[in-house]
């Protein structure tokens, strides 16, 4: 295997930086993150809104959903979510999407447990099926949930008290759904959490479709041509391409690729080679791997045999 140089790294030792810089520093580099916008209810009927970035997805059977309330880091107190949480047992989850981000950017305010989010960021409550928290009309997906369990991470600022969520039941606002009843990602437009005061929303040219097949064997970089490796013009992700297909080319489409038009323009360039893995990374771009792929290996075979000017 190769060993290439890499580039200059920043390293940091958690234990030789502030909490507030380690903690942005962790933001910054694992984001995005879905935003969990959390509903609950304290003991005496008092409603909580928080949105919370720590937090994903972990089980479908059963359904599980974790996020972490941690502890302040400016004086190590806790927040309204985790006490109600261990008062009710039981959660909201809702999603945010973009028409509704500056709302819950409100909503996350540490105001005092009597104040009402729902009231000071104009959203409407609407009731549950199954738990006491309300769900938030205007999120596109709401989840109802009872608390499985509560871990706590530490007892310092900025330690995290994990929240597992068993999902009993699940909302999703119609107006999102494509015609075949599923998720659309740009109907949704969801919006996710970055390091900062960064957001980034998640349709439109965001979205960005790698349709990757885990059941069926690619054939790997170390099968691909030492000339596609070395490319000047290809990149890792147009490689990856190439390398998830099962097999090369055969030496029948290899062949059939030099009726292509484009084949007299190339090989009258001055950097023949690297014209074609312009082509090449053209076809790759619009999917068309089967084509971008003929064509990579037929210079693989054609060019180098080129005498040199």
Not at 10 to 22: A, M, N, R, Y
Not at 260 to 283: K, T
């Given at each position: 295997?190769?060993v290439?140089?890499?580039a200059?790294?920043?390293?940091?030792?958690?234990?030789?930086?502030?909490?507030?810089?380690?903690h942005?520093?962790?933001?910054?580099?694992i984001?995005?993150?879905?935003?969990?916008?959390?509903?609950?209810?304290?003991?005496?009927?008092?409603?909580?809104?928080?949105?919370?970035?720590?937090?994903?997805?972990?089980?479908?059977?059963?359904?599980?959903?974790?996020?972490?309330?941690?502890?302040?880091?400016?004086?190590?107190?806790?927040?309204?979510?985790?006490?109600?949480?261990?008062?009710?047992?039981?959660?909201?989850?809702?999603?945010?999407?973009?028409?509704?981000?500056?709302?819950?950017?409100?909503?996350?305010?540490?105001?005092?447990?009597?104040?009402?989010?729902?009231?000071?960021?104009?959203?409407?409550?609407?009731?549950?099926?199954?738990?006491?928290?309300?769900?938030?009309?205007?999120?596109?997906?709401?989840?109802?949930?009872?608390?499985?369990?509560?871990?706590?991470?530490?007892?310092?600022?900025?330690?995290?008290?994990?929240?597992?969520c068993?999902?009993?039941?699940?909302?999703?606002?119609?107006?999102?759904?494509?015609?075949?009843g599923?998720?659309d990602?740009?109907?949704?437009?969801?919006?996710?959490?970055?390091?900062?005061?960064?957001?980034?929303?998640?349709?439109?040219?965001?979205?960005?479709?790698?349709?990757?097949r885990?059941?069926?064997?690619?054939?790997?970089?170390?099968?691909?041509?030492?000339?596609?490796?070395?490319?000047?013009?290809?990149?890792?992700?147009?490689?990856?391409?190439?390398?998830?297909?099962?097999?090369?080319?055969?030496?029948?489409?290899?062949?059939?690729?030099?009726?292509?038009?484009?084949?007299?323009?190339?090989?009258?360039?001055?950097?023949?080679?690297?014209?074609?893995?312009?082509?090449?990374?053209?076809?790759?771009?619009?999917?068309?791997?089967?084509?971008?792929?003929?064509?990579?290996?037929?210079?693989?075979?054609?060019?180098?045999?080129?005498?040199?000017?």
């Amino acid at each position: 295997m190769q060993v290439l140089k890499t580039a200059p790294m920043l390293t940091i030792d958690p234990k030789s930086v502030t909490q507030v810089d380690l903690h942005q520093y962790m933001l910054a580099c694992i984001s995005p993150r879905p935003i969990a916008f959390v509903s609950t209810m304290d003991a005496e009927g008092r409603p909580n809104l928080a949105p919370y970035s720590f937090f994903n997805a972990f089980s479908s059977n059963p359904p599980v959903l974790i996020f972490s309330s941690n502890r302040k880091a400016s004086d190590n107190t806790t927040k309204d979510t985790l006490h109600n949480v261990r008062e009710t047992g039981e959660v909201v989850i809702n999603a945010v999407n973009f028409s509704m981000v500056r709302q819950m950017a409100l909503a996350s305010i540490e105001y005092p447990p009597e104040v009402n989010e729902f009231e000071k960021a104009g959203f409407t409550p609407i009731p549950s099926t199954l738990v006491r928290p309300f769900r938030v009309a205007e999120s596109p997906a709401q989840m109802e949930c009872r608390v499985r369990e509560v871990i706590t991470l530490g007892d310092q600022g900025g330690a995290g008290h994990l929240i597992i969520c068993d999902v009993l039941l699940i909302h999703i606002n119609e107006a999102v759904l494509d015609e075949r009843g599923r998720v659309d990602p740009h109907k949704i437009d969801l919006m996710g959490r970055m390091g900062r005061f960064y957001y980034v929303r998640a349709s439109g040219e965001a979205i960005y479709n790698i349709e990757q097949r885990v059941n069926r064997f690619g054939m790997g970089f170390d099968r691909l041509p030492e000339g596609l490796r070395h490319s000047k013009v290809l990149t890792g992700n147009n490689l990856a391409q190439l390398a998830a297909l099962p097999l090369p080319p055969d030496d029948e489409a290899i062949a059939a690729i030099q009726n292509d038009p484009r084949i007299a323009d190339i090989l009258q360039n001055r950097n023949p080679l690297d014209e074609l893995h312009r082509i090449v990374q053209i076809e790759l771009a619009k999917e068309e791997v089967n084509t971008a792929a003929c064509l990579a290996w037929w210079g693989e075979t054609e060019l180098h045999k080129k005498p040199k000017s």
